[in-house]
Structure formats: structure tokens, C-alpha cells
């Protein structure tokens, strides 16, 4: 028998939809070994403790795509809300339309930037598609 809501952890990830000046988007392929590895994902990670969400995105989008974003450039756009089998996923996606440096794919992962409109032809894990509409919406 499954765990229920009430049992389940609740783990915090913060997530980034880097816009560039034409509205696209960049999405990140998980990587093979990671869990839902060959989805398409918005960058960022879980935010540690004594980290805010900006926090752990300007760490997580340094490590994981070599930029440099900085707190006043992020604006929170909307949060996914999702339970997955072993936990419940509290996720803010924030939009950030301006960084220093060119994203690189530094953990393995492929990336792509993606108009909103074309998301639907990248499989997404449960949690990060709802979040395509509100994207579509601003952009």
C-alpha cells in the first residue's frame, strides 16, 4: 500500500525558465542515471537547508550551466504542486531573462532552447508540465 499524503516528505526544488530575446526557453535532458533521466526539465535543484529558492538557483544554474544569475533578476512566475510515488514536489519557477555567461551543459545533461509553443514535443517529468502554460501566457 502506497504512503499517504499526510506521510509523505515534502521536498523543495526551485526551478528557472531562462528566457532569451527571441522567447525561448532553455530546457535540460536528465541525464542517464538520475531518476526520469531522458526527460526535458526546467534548470535548477533542491534547496538546501538555510538556502533560499533564489539562492539555490544562482548556486544550482553556476554548477549545473556555468552562468551567473543574480536574485534581483528573478521573478517568480508560478509553482508546481505535484505528488510523486515517494514524496510531494513544492516547486517556484521563477523566469530570468538576464545573466552573465553562455549556458553550458556541465553535468552531462543536453540542453535546448525551446520556444513555449514547442514544449509539448519534449516529454517533461509530471511536475513541470503544467508550468508550460503559464510560460506560454508570458511569453
Do not use: N
Request: glycine share 8%; net charge negative; charged share 25%.
Amino acid at each position: 500500500m502506497g504512503v499517504s499524503l499526510e506521510e509523505k516528505k515534502i521536498v523543495l526544488v526551485a526551478a528557472c525558465a531562462l528566457a532569451d530575446a527571441d522567447g525561448r526557453v532553455l530546457l535540460a535532458e536528465r541525464p542517464e542515471g538520475k531518476a526520469m533521466a531522458g526527460l526535458w526539465e526546467f534548470p535548477g535543484g533542491k534547496v538546501e537547508a538555510g538556502e533560499t529558492p533564489e539562492l539555490s538557483l544562482i548556486r544550482e544554474l553556476k554548477e549545473e550551466l556555468g552562468i551567473d544569475v543574480s536574485a534581483s533578476c528573478l521573478a517568480p512566475l508560478t509553482f508546481a504542486s505535484h505528488t510523486y510515488e515517494a514524496f510531494h514536489l513544492l516547486m517556484p519557477l521563477y523566469i530570468c531573462r538576464k545573466w552573465d555567461g553562455i549556458a553550458q551543459p556541465l553535468e552531462g545533461q543536453r540542453l535546448k532552447w525551446v520556444a513555449p509553443a514547442r514544449m509539448d514535443d519534449y516529454p517533461m517529468p509530471p511536475a513541470d508540465v503544467p508550468l508550460v502554460a503559464a510560460l506560454r501566457d508570458l511569453l
